[in-house]
């Protein structure tokens, strides 16, 4: 089955709001990994809205799973990486005006940069997985600059309005998973996926794991979120069940 790689950032979304110690994301994670997740993701941004340095710390110290750290191409993120030393970093554009991640990563217009950035990471231990759309030469970029693994970015998909949209879309993720795989690369997806429309995405055969954070966290607060990760991963099986 598709692995399922809780994201917890929006557990310190709520935190945050109240600059308090409630509720806390470490203890989310590690809930998330009793009922079953294959591992944690957080994302530690330049301007700290969520997640913070200490959360990082703490995950380091007590996930047993696997902890996937986002994060920018910057200089100091690369430094607290190879501090903190998780079992991956996921490479992912940043502005500080986004609401939420926007878009996939240019490989293709950094390749020097990006490719530095990997080299860096991969030397103190850490796999790297770039967080692309689902475009050719973004695919081929992240094979040329030796990345493990993409993620391939399926807003657009959680996005789309209509049954024609969305199929659209999910050809263009099938296409670039198919590729990716050629290439050497190994698959993971996510970005606005929900509920509804996981089981497509948790099918595409290429596909070893979903990072799934906002949809899992809102139903969370109305079911708790042992339940709601249950959901989730059943969500994503029947779904592949169903399409394969």
Known sequence: MVGLCVNVDHVATIRQARRGAEPDPVQAALIAELAGASGITVHLREDRRHIQDRDVELLRRLVKTKLNLEMAATEEMIGIALAVKPEMATLVPERREELTTEGGLDVHGHIGAVGRCVRRLQEGGIRVSLFIDSEQDQVSAAAHVGADFVELHTGSYGDARDHQAQ?????????????????????????????????????????????????????AVLVGLERAINEMRAAMQQGSAGER
């Open 167 to 219: 199929q659209t879309e999910l050809a263009r993720l099938i296409r670039s998973a198919t590729i990716g795989r050629g290439l050497g690369l190994r698959i993971n997806a996510g970005h606005g996926l929900d509920y509804r429309n996981v089981g497509p995405i948790a099918a595409i055969a290429e596909v070893e794991e979903l990072s799934i954070g906002h949809s899992i966290i809102a139903r």
